[in-house]
């Protein structure tokens, strides 16, 4: 079993940049996939980024691509979301997440969570 723990976010103003971390322990960090998701108040929670065990592979959502750069270092279990060009549309809580069965951007295939950390984006 995997616990992950992100970094606090914060407040920024849009245009500005924030990296999150999250940490894993309790498991195998680089057998696992891993990925970003949010969720704004009111909404669903949607994908951001993902990445695979050894970062050949990343996706972003379009909403995300081009300002948001995922990247994992195996060494320190440990994945970030590089997140530039901020907009207040980017507010939410954010999640990282690992799965092994090839989930990708499906919230469903994902085993384990981590608590989430809040970003709010100002205008």
């Known amino acids: 079993q995997v616990q992950l723990i992100e970094s606090a976010g914060g407040l920024v103003q849009a245009g500005d940049s924030l990296r999150l971390s999250c940490v894993g322990s309790?498991?195998?960090?680089?057998?696992?996939?891993m990925g970003w998701f949010r969720q704004a108040p009111g909404k669903e929670r949607e994908f951001v980024a993902y990445?695979?065990?050894?970062?050949?592979?990343?996706y972003y959502a379009d909403s995300v691509t081009g300002r948001f750069i995922i990247s994992r270092d195996n060494a320190k279990d440990t994945v970030y979301l590089q997140m530039n060009k901020m907009k207040p549309e980017d507010t939410a809580v954010y999640y990282c997440?690992?799965?092994?069965?090839?989930?990708?951007?499906?919230?469903?295939?994902?085993?384990?969570w981590g608590q989430g950390t809040q970003v709010t984006v100002s205008s």
């Open positions: 997440a690992a799965t092994r069965r090839g989930a990708y951007s499906q919230i469903n295939g994902y085993e384990y």
């Open positions: 309790g498991g195998n960090f680089k057998s696992y996939d």
């Open positions: 990445i695979s065990t050894w970062g050949a592979t990343r």
